[in-house]
Nanobody
Framework: VQLQASGGGSVRPGGSLRLSCAAS????????IGWFRQSPGKERECVSV????????YYGDSVRGRFTISRDNAKKTVYLQMDSLKPEDTAVYYC????????????????????WGQGTQVTVSS
């Protein structure tokens, strides 16, 4: 089982990035997928989550209205479109899988997630 996060980079404030989380070794539609981020000296926080079939989503207060999560189960990939980026969005972004039944609620607690990707760095600076 592997999750591969990619798409990070350096952008100026107001710019955009799209992160991808590619799954291998398991059926992507068997898991809710979350994006978390962690910056130096801060706890890891839940940024966004999408349910197994894409019908339910969650966004943290700090990113709601600027980030959009989506998934393509056929391509085994989850995306995080990040627009209007701010310096405070600078962090390492991780994707994670929460293997649950189809009707399970979205979890924002990282302890609910059983597989994690390696992280991709996002830096927003002028």
């Amino acid at each position: 089982v592997q999750l591969q996060a990619s798409g990070g980079g350096s952008v100026r404030p107001g710019g955009s990035l799209r992160l991808s989380c590619a799954a291998s070794g398991f059926a992507l539609d068997s898991a809710h997928i979350g994006w978390f981020r962690q910056s130096p000296g801060k706890e890891r926080e839940c940024v966004s989550v999408i349910s197994r079939n894409g019908g339910n989503t969650y966004y943290g207060d700090s990113v709601r209205g600027r980030f959009t999560i989506s998934r393509d189960n056929a391509k085994k990939t989850v995306y995080l479109q990040m627009d209007s980026l701010k310096p405070e969005d600078t962090a390492v972004y991780y994707c994670a899988a929460d293997h649950v039944i189809l009707t399970a609620p979205i979890a924002t607690d990282q302890t609910s997630y059983d597989y994690w990707g390696q992280g991709t760095q996002v830096t927003v600076s002028s």
